[in-house]
Structure formats: structure tokens, C-alpha cells
């Protein structure tokens, strides 16, 4: 049972440019979340989507981030004109939704801003 | 609100000997759970550990093990014959369900040092 995939793992933008990151839950899995991890700081919640709709987008700024969660296909993050601010680590998770179940995060992807 | 706090920046432990990490959290729901993440220098999250508020007994998960002390609103982890893979960030975390959703809440983290 493979576990939640991200990608790219590692992303390079110059400033102006968009981020497109990339989430496959595990199998069964039909809830998915996005953290958001600044340098020496901890994870900060930013959204959580079920199949093609968004429950919860309080942790996403207002402006430039959008994420979805498709019928078919994978969640995607966008980040459009990217700036400096928006380096960070950017982890997905995902759970059944059954309450109490445990959230299992991917490896996380890295986006640098140029 | 909600908030989880860490008190410990930094910890050390010599390998072999025994670690206790310190958690608080605050919060007025009387059914929640709380988890223990590791975060090695891979950046890779890592479940360590989880504990339901309803349940009076500590979880254990073999090395690893909690101290809930559900009154204080203290969840501790306590990290027995240390190894070196051990060394990483911490995290604490409590799971907020309200008005249909549901996230996690991070404390600041603890960073190990193991000591050969």
C-alpha cells in the first residue's frame, strides 16, 4: 500500500512564476490536507479537501493559492506569481475521514523561489 | 482557540539513556486525540505515536510512550534506551474536528540530539 505521494520534491520558480504541487493520497484515502512549513517553524494548516470539494481553505492566504482535489487524478496546490515569502516545505496528507483516524503526510516539496 | 505548546527548543540525550519531550495544549472539547511526530533530517513526517482523549491508558508503541495527563492537558513523550536514529524534530499535535472539518494543530517543535 503505497503511502501519500507528492510531487515534484524539490521545485525551483523565479518570482512571478506558479507552482504547481502535486498530491496522490493512499489507497482508500479520500481526504486530503495541505501544511504548509516555514524554516525552524512547525506545520501550519492550510486547507482540506474531500473528491471536488473544499471543506476547510482557513489556512490559505486569500490571494495566489488555490487547491483542488478532482474527481480523477491527484490534488494540486497552485501557487501563482510566486514570491520569496513562499519558500517553504509544503506537505500533504491524507485519511479515510473517518473521525479519529490518523493523518499520514508525504515526504513533503521543497519550493524555492528565485 | 486551540494551541499546542512546546516548551523545549532543544534537547539532548545520551544514547541508551532515557528522554522525556514536554507538551501542553489547551482546548475545551472533552473528545480529541493528540499525536507524536518525528521529523528526521529527511524533512519526512513521521507518525510516532497517538493517543484518544477517552482512553485513561498511556499508548505505547514499543520504544516510545506517552504520559497523558488529560486534567493538566499535558501529553509528554517519553523516548526509552535512545538510539542515534532517533535524533530529529518533534512535533506535537492535537486534531481539531469542528463544522465538518478537521485538521491538525503543531506545536513550534523539540529538536533531539542523540549522543553517541
Known amino acids: 500500500n503505497a503511502g501519500v505521494m507528492q510531487n515534484p520534491r524539490h521545485l525551483v520558480r523565479r518570482r512571478g512564476q506558479e507552482a504547481r504541487l502535486r498530491c496522490s493520497p493512499m489507497?482508500?484515502?479520500?481526504?486530503v490536507y495541505w501544511y504548509r512549513q516555514l524554516p525552524e517553524e512547525g506545520l501550519k494548516f492550510m486547507v482540506y479537501?474531500?473528491?471536488?470539494?473544499?471543506?476547510?481553505e482557513s489556512g490559505m492566504p486569500k490571494e495566489r493559492f488555490s487547491a483542488e482535489f478532482p474527481k480523477e487524478g491527484p490534488s494540486i496546490l497552485r501557487i501563482q506569481q510566486v514570491v520569496r515569502g513562499d519558500s517553504a516545505a509544503y506537505f500533504c496528507?491524507?485519511?479515510?475521514?473517518?473521525?479519529?483516524?490518523?493523518?499520514?503526510f508525504g515526504e513533503g516539496s521543497w519550493l524555492t523561489v528565485v | 482557540a486551540q494551541t499546542v505548546t512546546q516548551s523545549q527548543p532543544e534537547m539532548s540525550v545520551q544514547e541508551a539513556e532515557t528522554v522525556t519531550l514536554s507538551c501542553t495544549y489547551d482546548?475545551?472539547?472533552?473528545?480529541?486525540?493528540l499525536f507524536w511526530y518525528k521529523q528526521p533530517p529527511s524533512r519526512q513526517m513521521i507518525l510516532v505515536i497517538r493517543q484518544e482523549a477517552y482512553k485513561q491508558q498511556n499508548a505505547t508503541e514499543n520504544r516510545f510512550s506517552v504520559n497523558f495527563q488529560k486534567a493538566a492537558k499535558s501529553f509528554s513523550l517519553k523516548i526509552s534506551d535512545s538510539q542515534l536514529g532517533d535524533a530529529a524534530m518533534y512535533f506535537c499535535?492535537?486534531?481539531?474536528?469542528?463544522?465538518?472539518?478537521?485538521?491538525?494543530?503543531f506545536g513550534k517543535g523539540t529538536k533531539l540530539t542523540v549522543n553517541p
Open positions: 499535535a492535537y486534531r481539531i474536528t469542528q463544522g465538518g472539518s478537521e485538521k491538525l494543530v
Open positions: 479537501l474531500q473528491k471536488e470539494n473544499i471543506i476547510d
Open positions: 489507497k482508500g484515502h479520500s481526504h
Open positions: 482546548t475545551s472539547e472533552s473528545d480529541y486525540y
Open positions: 496528507a491524507s485519511s479515510p475521514g473517518r473521525s479519529g483516524n490518523t493523518i499520514y
